[in-house]
């Protein structure tokens, strides 16, 4: 066991070591304290990411788990291939909007550090409420965690000023997708039943257990996917 816990923190300190060595020191300031700033930042993305499956991915799956359709190692494995196919094929867009969109980043041009200071703690505070509301049973959006955090830091360093808060682009944006996608996913649950109703529930009982295990793989790519993109 204790061989298994070595390997994995083997796994993590490696891919941060990759990850640094890619990145060059910035123009002005302390030459390689940027790449200490960065180990420090990855180092809390890892617990913000554990937050996102406790939390997030638990949200996902929970439905399933506990109707038996699957089981919790099978959830795992399925959240794991749809986080990171999600990422890849949707996280882009979502990655610039968090990162470029909501701050002021050319207040940071000339002191780098404090750019990286801040979105480290993006991390920190987001990855520690939401493991918080995890121990308490509180379904929660790291989502909104990560926006808040993003916002706190914004203000923090500028006042008011050093947030985007337009609604094309900025943080009233993000704030207007909140309330705009409990009524889509209204919609597009109604959309799901129905053709699932149509799909597998109208059928005979051998024809329908046929047609549920054909489209489960569909239903699953297209649940955890989108997951992954937004949690990214």
């Avoid at 302390?30 to 200490?36: A, E, I, N, S, T």
């Avoid at 990855?127 to 308490?136: E, F, N, P, S």
């Avoid at 329908?208 to 054909?214: E, H, S, T």
């Amino acid at each position: 066991m204790l061989s298994k816990h070595v390997l994995s923190y083997a796994v993590v300190f490696a891919t941060i070591a990759l990850c640094v060595a890619k990145v060059d020191s910035p123009e002005v300031g302390v030459p390689y304290l940027y790449k200490g700033m960065m180990i420090w930042a990855f180092g809390w993305a890892f617990v913000n990411a554990y937050s996102i499956g406790a939390n997030d991915v638990a949200n996902a799956f929970a439905n399933a788990v506990a109707s038996r359709t699957i089981t919790h190692r099978q959830a795992c494995m399925i959240a794991c291939v749809g986080e990171l196919v999600g990422v890849i094929a949707l996280g882009k867009t979502v990655t610039d909007t968090v990162r470029k969109k909501m701050v002021e980043v050319d207040n940071f041009k000339e002191d780098p550090y404090v750019f990286a200071l801040g979105m480290s703690c993006v991390n920190l505070g987001s990855g520690l409420w939401v493991l918080a509301a995890t121990v308490l049973c509180l379904p929660v959006s790291t989502t909104h965690a990560v926006v808040g955090s993003i916002v706190g830091i914004g203000i923090a360093a500028w006042g008011p000023g050093g947030v985007k808060w337009g609604y094309d682009g900025g943080v009233l944006g993000v704030v207007a997708s909140w309330f705009i996608s409990p009524i889509l996913s209204a919609i597009l649950a109604s959309i799901f039943y129905m053709s699932v109703k149509w799909l597998v529930l109208a059928h005979p009982d051998d024809k329908a257990l046929k047609a549920g295990i054909f489209y489960l793989p569909f239903y699953f790519c297209l649940l955890y996917t989108s997951d992954a993109a937004d949690d990214m």
